[in-house]
């Protein structure tokens, strides 16, 4: 290696000191697929889902990252707690217990919640929010005693019916506000506040419960299934620098997530994706005055 | 006519006193042919769009509506105001200004304010909705003076990007009470707020200010265009009877506009339409307790 390249190495090794990869923007890869990406990338940071660590292994997961030297800056997901029978809110809570627990022996203090939509046939979003506080106030505790934050995500409106019935930054913070910081959090991500006129000021309120702020970009014509709609940042219409100093004022100096629902983007090779992605975040992202590392 | 019949049509014609048929739900009829097709239904009011007025002529369009005994319940649309360089500004003010003139002479106070998106290219989301301000400022005293109310509507977030830089009722009213509530009002279009966790309060402080209230339903899977993904009240997620509820607590009188932009709705017989939104307007939306008529 030239003396040139080297330095050039590692100037972007501290730019990069913040990133993560999350998994589903590399959806084809496996867990150790991505752990060893993100090795080759020199991406420091992982946002691990359940699904492929399950079929992994735990333990086995957590060695691999271990020995990798990753972060995992958060597990994906939890949520789905607006059943309206008994037995099936029993075992939403049930499961988040259990990935409350995954998410602490992985070594992560973030479980990302998705906090779940209408009930099939139902149109009472007042009710879904309501049963959403009293699963949250359940599940509160017992993640702070795990050193687990749960990190409600609100989710852009467009999937208020199917997805999340927490649709504001504003109201995600006054449901967290009834818990102590380190039970309960949220999640800012880019594709779901971008558009909100209050943005800025919640998240300035956000202060000291921001446990994730992840990235990707709103991009038109919305591709047509909208759980796939998020576009490579710098591809759409989002802002980036301002809500990221946004997030940076409010004290925020974890790791930042690309993750990126998106056919095209897993169709692509995955390692083509991570160089992109590394590029994109330096130039639409990323700023000189950002502490280097988490 | 047996005298059952004439009786149930009479309470059909009370409780269909505020229904007004909004000109895109029959997007194939040209607008005599939508005239027409009220009369035959009974639907009392026509929210009617610039381009068929157009292209059937000012005048004329006014005596045919005259002469059916139709309210025109709105114009649809003008806005469009967040261009940045100064030609088009000023051809956008300049068509705002005409489409006030036209609403004016077709007996309508409303003129609906669909305000535009972000500029081809820009990520400048506060630059956008500051131009808007100022192109209301601009508009509004020339509106008052010709007995139009510009109507701002905020649109779904779906839509800030590329057609409505106004993302929820709050933000519109923040504008709109900056003037006279006879120059600048709000519509309410439960397609575009009912997700919002604020949206019952935002409603009651729209009291005084609220020009049109407008029904369609949020159906899932949301259809690929997502200007063409409103379904008819009753195929979807939305709690008509609780928004029309709180429109009513905040004195709201005037009428009810359907409007449906939805490729099936459009492939199928208007007429067809128009008995099924009487239908679902009556199971959906009226409820005995509105007042009967305008």
Redesign the interface.
């Known amino acids: 290696m030239t003396s040139a390249s080297s330095a050039s190495s590692t100037i972007a090794a501290s730019a990069l000191g913040r990133l993560s990869l999350n998994q589903k923007t590399t959806n084809a890869w496996t867990l150790p697929e991505a752990v060893e990406g993100c090795v080759r990338a020199g991406i420091p940071a992982i946002g691990v889902w359940r699904e492929p660590l399950h079929e992994f292994g735990l333990a086995k997961a957590r060695a691999l990252l271990d020995d990798a030297g990753l972060r995992v800056s958060s597990l994906c997901r939890g949520g789905f707690l607006t059943a309206t029978d008994a037995a099936a809110r029993r075992a939403a809570l049930d499961d988040n217990r259990a990935a409350i627990d995954e998410a602490a022996a992985l070594g992560t203090d973030t479980l990302v919640m998705v906090v779940g939509g ?1 009930p099939e046939g139902s ?3 007042i009710g879904a ?1 309501a049963r959403v506080a009293e699963a949250i106030a359940e599940l509160a505790p017992f993640a702070g005693d795990r050193g687990v934050r749960l990190a409600l995500e609100p989710m ?3 999937f ?3 997805r999340g019935v927490l ?2 930054l ?2 995600a913070l ?1 449901l967290a506000e009834q818990f102590p910081s380190d039970q309960v959090a949220v999640v800012i991500d880019t594709f779901h506040v ?4 209050e943005v800025e000021a919640q998240i300035a309120r956000a202060a000291g419960r921001i446990a994730a702020f992840q990235v990707c970009d ?1 991009i ?3 591709p ?3 759980l796939l709609s998020r576009g490579m940042m710098g591809d ?4 980036f620098a ?1 809500l990221r100093r946004v997030v940076q004022d409010a004290g925020y100096v974890g790791d930042v997530e690309v993750e990126i629902f998106n056919a095209d983007v897993w169709a692509a090779d995955p390692d083509q994706v991570l160089r992109q992605m590394k590029h994109r975040y330096l130039e639409c992202v990323w700023d000189g005055e950002m502490q280097v590392s988490p």
């Open positions: 209408l149109r009472d979003l929010r852009h409106p467009i208020a019916a199917d649709s504001t504003g109201q006054d971008w558009w909100d006129p709103w038109t014509p919305l047509a299934d909208t759409g219409h989002i802002d301002r």
